[in-house]
């Protein structure tokens, strides 16, 4: 007789063993599906879109994060808000999906009026006395940093998000993310689970096999690599490599460039790790020759040799170079899929056949996302398998996965699993 | 932890404030669908066709409500008949979708086969014991009041239809429905739970802004205004509406026309709502001029200025005027969609291209329907949104819905939830 | 108040009776389905394919049940293999849908890499103490009885597979369906309950009516018939055909051909029927005017006339005669969709064209796989319908549907339900 769906939510917690990845159920069930948004997207901060999504006063940009629908906008005094797209009479959606320039924010249904701070100012048929002050759109709780929007749709948003603030706006200051504009977007839908799409980009063991394009700029050794497989010739270029690592790092801390690896991935709220990256051969830029994509450099940069300013939150993954950034965010849409939304910027006066080339600065990232979406999906089929039990982690090169599932358990048991 | 899933259907119902839109849960869950569908489906007279559907002895009309299907036909003496259809031998339905002209209902599995009054007349291979008398089709409950087909699906139909019965035949009789034909139909599935179809219906509030060509000949005053909202101007408008309304009212009714309102809506179990409108500008019809769209007026109808005769169900809306008849039903699909079927009926001797124009006769409510099914599926969106909580009605231009919601809660206690 | 979903499965099978389609809830419900691929498709033998799927060492054909995936591969010694297809690390499927030629099975994630026993030979990062040994594919127990592939994936498989393979090695020896090939393959998602799929391969009540291409080289009276609904020149014809049937069975017997029927029904766990039935009019193959199809005769066979060899499971049915076979194997994707495979297999060495043409060899069964999915949609729909009440079984021409709903409920209990 089955039992299998009777086993709750903590059973499968418990299940999980150090060092393996997660038990099937808590990747393919749909009360897990539940908790997983309610505790990781409801209750921590996110990564949802970058300030360049709306440039000017007026302009706005809705962020849907499965059933919950957020207004992202400038305001008339050049102030970022951020609040949820919900009329609050009979709960109408105020903004399609997408970009908008408005003045004030007006219901289609039944013409709610609100200015661009959320504030009720015109509600018809409602009589004068109506109290308008209670029905402000509501506010969500944000931060821009470095240019990079979180949001906590939690009223009690966890407060170490300091941390990453701290590191990240240092490190992003140069690069001005602020006074850049988006020249592309990819949005793919990845058959699996949000889990997956994460552990698929925290390790780079797969990238040699399935990644051509990227594995020109990126270095997999960067990511852990088996020690004792090494063929003398590797093992020499192993040494070679992380000696020039050791080098460039002294050589851009002198310089005022923070580089070293910062982490907070275990016994937190906020999950987040950076570290500047050598990109190979050019050395430039993730494009297909690694030389920079983009003429014009990013804010107050000069120089292209500052490596991939890299950052990972648990729902994103941003690669900042000299000339050009790549920022991906991945939200789940059910169980069984995902959205990863991937963004393009470059200098807000770049011009596109001017000063970049859009295939050359998309090239790497539009290839390797397509191949990490059949990655995950590959993944997902055969953990809904009753074949599927965890597997272990590389102790060399998935470790940050390792720390990944256990910050996941983590945080459903301090969310009450 | 999550616990939103667990709250009782009773809890829902407890929620709901007076004067105030449902619940979420109310439009979302999937289990209060069931239990509408069960309800207000299942267990109350719900609008369904018309009898012109069936003109001709041998016509047969398949009826979907979900997941039970109807067959509606007209037998040999002329009388319409409503009948499950389901075979009684091991399921199989025995007519498709849509219209179909049967001298007997023959299952095409093995043969069963049925008279048109639903009884069993051939069953192969049952041998020579085989009791038919116990497997007729299953009858259904069913009126037609003026032309207009209600079922009910339960042993023990709702006796107070009665006083809708009373009000209508009467009202709809000079309109001769039943010797109209289907000039035209359109159906549409909005993405949206059935009650927000309802209440979409119930108020006007939302007219001027989304429907300009219903708004021709439509008085959205007629639906309720905030009296301290108008300008001097409207007020003088207002007033002269009004004036003009009471006048035509008594007129209608001093010639033999019921006009006033009748309403049957809290504390019942047959909700209905009659009343007669007056068309604006040319006076005539729902059309884009506000003329009539067919010259062959209905029934014995001899004047084209008897406005607009509506009723309103739990699941229908029906404008009947001199010259044509727009009815509409809406059958729950799911929690999220909802189908609206629009028939457009004249008289059963006019002819399409000779007294009437097709495009004429449908453009107002084609292009109302499709609005409707815009907001409709902005209003879902919305409601699915954690950051919806249930919104105040107007107490001027809202207060059918208040009575809609009031009524819903009423009817779900009343059957045990 | 709604009390249908609250219903144990339990007191669903309680309710079916002897003689009776079953109820509806075992044919629709979500739970039942999760059950019905646990019991008879998770812990009973199944036929999933043919050896001619995988002919040469290194040919692999992955099979999907639901979520489970196996691979069918011959190996380099030439013998038949079946494993699970998930990789031991973390999941992911090793091959895709369709066949493949291979030397080793690469999982294209991070190259663990399988030897066609299922031994993992590469592990690449997992370090030099990582015991490669217990990470084998998982196998799967399997058994080819005649060149048919029977699996089963539970570790305690029913052991009365020991009849059907008895009898069916025997009978299909001279066939020799090892040395075939598949000559055409034909998918069908049926919109229906498996169980309603099999119900309708198990009766021959419903072949007059709709498969006029079968009738030419079936007898349906073979499937049973009401004695005292036949006029007299019937009753000559089936006393004819029941003399001949007679003489026919004692021909085929006495020439080495065992034809009597066998059946293991009812108190069984593996559920197979066998009987050589009469290929009507020219007698020799299912085909639009009952000639061979194929001029190269299966196996050693020298004879046209021996009939066709029909074997039931309770998820397959195969028709095997002298010039091809045609195989069907039924997998339930969800409760209201199977699949059904149809494969029609020639003698290795037959050539299109040339000893067949392939439009005369698949019309009759491409036709009525066609019919058959349009029934079982029909049925399955009405079944939805809550006017659906189990009906009653012809004791002439459904007595094996009995057999397979009562053998149903007996496996169901059987495990615990």
Chains 1, 2, 3 share one sequence.
């Not at 939510?9 to 060092?19: F, K, S, V």
């Not at 998000?161 to 706006?169: F, G």
């Not at 020109?216 to 093992?235: A, H, I």
């Not at 020759?289 to 991939?308: I, P, W, Y």
Request: charge should be negative; hydrophobic fraction near 35%.
């Amino acid at each position: 007789m089955l039992n299998k769906v009777s086993s709750s939510i903590t059973t499968l917690l418990d299940e999980r063993r150090a060092g393996h990845s997660l038990p099937a159920g808590l990747y393919t069930r749909d009360d897990v599906f539940e908790a997983d948004v309610e505790v990781f997207f409801m209750n921590h901060w996110i990564q949802v879109g970058v300030e360049c999504d709306v440039p000017e006063p007026g302009d706005a940009s809705v962020i849907d994060i499965g059933s919950t629908s957020l207004i992202l906008l400038r305001d008339d005094d050049n102030q970022i808000r951020v609040m949820r797209n919900v009329c609050r009479h009979r709960g109408s959606r105020l903004l399609d999906a997408g970009s908008s320039v408005i003045s004030k924010l007006v219901c289609p249904y039944h013409q709610w009026t609100y200015e661009l701070s959320g504030e009720l100012s015109y509600a018809p048929h409602m009589g004068k006395d109506f109290d308008k002050s209670c029905r402000s759109l509501k506010p969500v709780n944000f931060r821009s940093i470095g240019g990079l929007i979180y949001v906590c749709l939690s009223d009690d948003p966890p407060t170490d998000i300091k941390r990453l603030e701290e590191v990240m706006e240092k490190r992003l200051a140069p690069y001005d993310l602020r006074n850049t504009k988006v020249a592309h977007q990819v949005d793919v839908i990845e058959k699996g689970n949000w889990k997956l799409t994460m552990e698929n980009n925290r390790e780079c063991y797969h990238c040699s096999a399935n990644h051509p394009e990227l594995c020109v700029s990126f270095v997999d050794l960067d990511f852990g690599f088996d020690p004792d497989s090494l063929s003398p010739e590797d093992r020499n270029e192993a040494e070679e490599h992380f000696a020039l690592y050791a080098e460039r790092t002294r050589g851009w801390e002198e310089a005022g460039f923070p580089s070293a690896t910062v982490e907070q991935v275990r016994h937190c709220e906020t999950n987040f790790r950076t570290q500047r990256l050598i990109i190979s051969g050019a050395g430039e830029s993730q494009t297909e020759d690694a030389t920079a994509a983009s003429s014009k450099l990013l804010g107050t940069m000069a120089r292209k040799d500052l490596g991939d300013l890299h950052l990972w939150g648990h729902n994103s993954w941003n690669h900042v170079m000299g000339d050009h950034a790549v920022t991906s965010t991945a939200v789940p849409l059910s169980a069984d899929t995902t959205l990863v939304r991937t963004k393009w910027l470059v200098h807000k006066d770049a011009v596109e056949g001017v000063d970049y080339d859009l295939d050359k600065l998309t090239h790497v990232w539009v290839a390797t996302t397509e191949q990490d979406s059949e990655l995950v999906a590959r993944s997902y089929a055969g953990i809904q398998d009753s074949a599927y039990e965890p597997g272990p982690y590389s102790k060399f090169s998935e470790g940050a996965l390792d720390d990944f599932s256990s910050w996941y358990v983590e945080r459903m048991r301090a969310h009450g699993y």
